[in-house]
């Protein structure tokens, strides 16, 4: 697929966008559906990508950048030129795999953070691409982990939140400096 959006997949020494840290209200929010897909959203979308791989990160939610809109970016490879970045617009997890799987997460807003959490192992999800088509593609592995960590984002829910190991959980947040009460655990 040909995009809208050119992006180089390189560090910014001024990032156009501020990421939001655990604690900070504007990621407790939910986002809003995006009822036009226009050249704001475009360069919301640009942006948001320019701040993720000046982060060194392979996802980035609206939310994390304290826009409440549905608007995901996700590149799994950011190193490979070669591999298009997904935008993703208003997206909705229409199947969830019976199997899950566990796998350490991390999180921009959440730097230095890193813990296990169980989740489905695919899904299929539709969304609107830049250009405001209906898109639905089916995902697996690492790109369905992202997706759905993302995806968290918009209703206001942070990886931690879905950590088993408390102990764990605590001793980490407290290592890089995180309220522990800043974590709403979600039941699965
Ligand atoms: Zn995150």
Do not use: W
Request: glycine residues 4%; contains cysteine.
């Amino acid at each position: 697929m040909t995009s809208l959006i050119t992006v180089e997949k390189e560090k910014l020494e001024n990032p156009p966008l501020d990421i939001h840290f655990l604690g900070d209200r504007a990621l407790r929010q939910p986002a809003k559906r995006i009822a036009k897909v226009d050249d704001s959203i475009r360069k919301l979308a640009k942006e948001m990508l320019q701040t993720m791989y000046s982060s060194q990160g392979i996802g980035l939610a609206a939310p994390q950048v304290a826009i409440q809109k549905q608007l995901i970016v996700v590149d799994c490879e950011p190193d490979n030129p070669a591999n298009s970045p997904l935008i993703l617009i208003n997206p909705k997890i229409t199947v969830f795999s019976k199997e899950l799987c566990v796998v350490e997460e991390g999180c921009l807003s959440i730097p230095g953070v890193y813990l296990d959490v169980t989740r489905p192992k695919a899904i299929e999800v539709s969304f609107k691409d830049e250009q405001g088509k209906p898109r639905k593609i089916q995902a697996t592995e690492l790109l369905a982990r992202v997706i759905q960590h993302e995806m968290d984002h918009l209703n206001g829910v942070m990886f931690v939140d879905r950590v088993d190991n408390d102990l764990a959980l605590t001793e980490q947040l407290q290592k890089k400096g995180f309220s522990r009460g800043a974590v709403k655990p979600v039941k699965s």
